[in-house]
C-alpha cells in the first residue's frame, strides 16, 4: 500500500499535466533569495499542512466546496503569490506562512478530488491518506530542490546577478512572479 499511494503523491506533483502545484510553489519560491532556504521551508511545510488538512476532511467527509469552485480558486492562489511578489518587498514569515497555509486549504481540495477516485471504498483510510501526503511532499522537496539550485545558478551566474540576488526582492524572482502569474492568468 505504501508504495502505490506515496508514488500517487509524488507523480501528482511533478507530473507537468497537473502544473498548477508546481506553479504555486514555483511562485512562493520566486519570492525569497537562495539564502532564505529555511523560510522556503516553512513556506512549503504551512502549504503541506493546508492541503494535507483539507485532503483529509474531503475525503473522510466529502467536499468543502464545489469542484468547479476550487478550479477557480486554485489560479487565484497562483496569481494572489505572484502578485505578493510584486507588491511586498519583506514578508513578516508568520503572516506569510499564514496565508500560504490558507492557500494550501484550497489545493487540498484539488487533491481530494484526485485522489477519492482512487481509493479503496472498504478500507480504513487513513494510511493511503498519510502515505500520499508523504509522497505530495516528497515531490514538492524534489520540484523545491531543483529550483531553488536553478535559481541559485541564475543569480550567480555573473557579478551583477549576485548583486541582484542580495537585494530584498531580485529582478529573476520578480520577472518569474509576472511570468507564472500572467501563465497561470491565461490558462
Given at each position: 500500500?505504501?508504495?502505490?499511494?506515496?508514488?500517487?503523491?509524488?507523480?501528482?506533483?511533478?507530473?507537468?499535466?497537473?502544473?498548477?502545484?508546481?506553479?504555486?510553489?514555483?511562485?512562493?519560491?520566486?519570492?525569497?533569495?537562495?539564502?532564505?532556504?529555511?523560510?522556503?521551508?516553512?513556506?512549503?511545510?504551512?502549504?503541506?499542512?493546508?492541503?494535507?488538512?483539507?485532503?483529509?476532511?474531503t475525503?473522510?467527509?466529502?467536499?468543502?466546496?464545489?469542484?468547479?469552485?476550487?478550479?477557480?480558486?486554485?489560479?487565484?492562489?497562483?496569481?494572489?503569490?505572484?502578485?505578493?511578489?510584486?507588491?511586498?518587498?519583506?514578508?513578516?514569515?508568520?503572516?506569510?506562512?499564514?496565508?500560504?497555509?490558507?492557500?494550501?486549504?484550497?489545493?487540498?481540495?484539488?487533491?481530494?478530488?484526485?485522489?477519492?477516485a482512487?481509493?479503496?471504498?472498504?478500507?480504513?483510510?487513513?494510511?493511503?491518506?498519510?502515505?500520499?501526503?508523504?509522497?505530495?511532499?516528497?515531490?514538492?522537496?524534489?520540484?523545491?530542490?531543483?529550483?531553488?539550485?536553478?535559481?541559485?545558478?541564475?543569480?550567480?551566474?555573473?557579478?551583477?546577478?549576485?548583486?541582484?540576488?542580495?537585494?530584498?526582492?531580485?529582478?529573476?524572482?520578480?520577472?518569474?512572479?509576472?511570468?507564472?502569474?500572467?501563465?497561470n492568468?491565461?490558462?
Amino acid at each position: 500500500m505504501f508504495p502505490t499511494y506515496f508514488e500517487l503523491g509524488l507523480t501528482h506533483i511533478l507530473d507537468l499535466q497537473g502544473y498548477d502545484h508546481m506553479l504555486f510553489l514555483a511562485v512562493l519560491i520566486a519570492g525569497f533569495h537562495w539564502n532564505e532556504w529555511k523560510t522556503v521551508l516553512w513556506m512549503i511545510t504551512a502549504f503541506t499542512l493546508g492541503h494535507s488538512l483539507t485532503l483529509a476532511i474531503t475525503v473522510l467527509n466529502g467536499p468543502v466546496i464545489e469542484s468547479n469552485w476550487v478550479e477557480i480558486l486554485i489560479p487565484l492562489t497562483i496569481f494572489s503569490a505572484a502578485f505578493s511578489n510584486l507588491v511586498w518587498k519583506r514578508r513578516h514569515v508568520i503572516a506569510a506562512a499564514s496565508v500560504t497555509t490558507f492557500f494550501g486549504l484550497i489545493h487540498g481540495m484539488g487533491f481530494a478530488g484526485y485522489l477519492s477516485a482512487l481509493l479503496p471504498t472498504n478500507s480504513e483510510l487513513w494510511q493511503p491518506l498519510l502515505f500520499f501526503n508523504l509522497g505530495v511532499e516528497a515531490g514538492q522537496i524534489i520540484f523545491a530542490t531543483l529550483l531553488i539550485t536553478l535559481l541559485f545558478i541564475t543569480r550567480s551566474a555573473s557579478k551583477s546577478a549576485v548583486r541582484i540576488a542580495q537585494t530584498s526582492l531580485s529582478v529573476v524572482g520578480l520577472v518569474i512572479s509576472l511570468f507564472l502569474a500572467f501563465t497561470n492568468w491565461i490558462s
